[in-house]
């Protein structure tokens, strides 16, 4: 068919102004692709240990200065997010300026007190407890005058940390919020006070507790031995904490690292205990990953005989089982742990030296 010469003006005119569109558009798709194409998401930068969060105009307006302050000092010296424990303290009692009962004395219709609003029970039975006396509870004594006091800020705060830090957080933010106050819509109104907290709009988790950050800690294992008992252990992060359970769905603390150890084809003690006097004692600042990490925690235990127990698996980062309340398995920082007594390195013991060598000559 013949076309004539309007027509196939038309026709070229119309191709033009396709190609001008697209030379246009492209580059903005490169620059905002759907998620569906690019494989969605943000890349984790695994390498950012800190993950310290930005004050937002809006926290630094409604927060009062002394216990912003107090905030952060606690929420970095006991590893949980800052503006998680500012929301916590705005949705409690307004950062401690609610003049409802409770809040500067006695205790509410719940029994909580103070500016973090613990119950007392929770806080170790008084709202007033010498730091002298054995204390089951949070109580804490953050501002150094030998009393945990439920109604003051600095005591209240740092004892919010730990019960944070406890029970899931920096990883677990939800399940954390959750244990503090048992309602879904709480934990969705404190994630969104603490996302107008951050200067980012978010809430950071820590970059190493990212699956996507499992592949780099195992190729930068120092051997392909230790990259093997990495591998196992990051795949069992998830699994819930069973107090002697050593797989293959649950797990406690040395049953983890005792099954890694064996996934390797390696037989260590099974038990925390046991395995403290196993290794070769490794200074602190030389532990490498696939070394063991141990904390004086737990009942009858003591600085010569540690009862809970990490793998490392980075510099500062551990994996593991913590207690049946704390989550799941999962990686976590280590640095900013209280009562750890030292690392060890079961992969120089004479016996696992042995295994070692036949492992790689069969024919011995």
Known sequence: MKLSKARLALIIGAAGLLLLVAVVVSPLLLMSMPSFLSGGGTSVDCDDQTQVEEVSDSAASDIPTEYLELYKEYGKKIGVQWNILAAVGKRETDHGRSTLPGVQSGTNAAGAAG??????????????????????????????????DIYNPADAILGAAKMLKR???????????????????????????????????????????????????????????????????????????????????????????????KAAGLKIPRT???????????????????????FNAGPGTSPDSPGHVGLVVSKGKMLEARCRLCGPIKVTSYQARGNRVGFTRPLQNPDVLEQIKKLQNPTL
Not at 196 to 207: I, L, T
């Open 115 to 148: 500016p973090m609003q613990f119950l007392i029970s929770t806080w170790g039975g008084k709202a007033r407890i010498a730091t002298s006396s054995t204390v089951n509870g949070y109580a804490s004594d953050g501002d150094g005058d030998g009393v945990a």
């Open 167 to 261: 029970n899931g957080a920096p990883e677990n933010v939800r399940q954390a919020l959750f244990v503090y106050n048992r309602a879904w819509w709480y934990v969705d109104q404190v994630e969104e006070i603490a996302r107008r907290y951050a200067k980012s709009g978010d809430v950071k988790v820590p970059p190493q507790a990212s699956e996507e950050c499992d592949e780099p800690l195992v190729e930068a294992a120092p051997s392909d031995l230790v990259a093997k008992i990495l591998q196992f252990a990051l795949a069992q992060r998830g699994k819930p904490y069973l107090w002697g359970g050593t797989g293959p769905d649950a797990f406690d603390c040395s049953g983890v690292i005792y099954a890694a150890y």
């Open 272 to 294: 925390t205990f046991t395995q403290w006097p196993f290794g070769v004692k490794v200074l602190e600042g030389e532990e490498q990953p696939g070394d063991l990490v141990f």
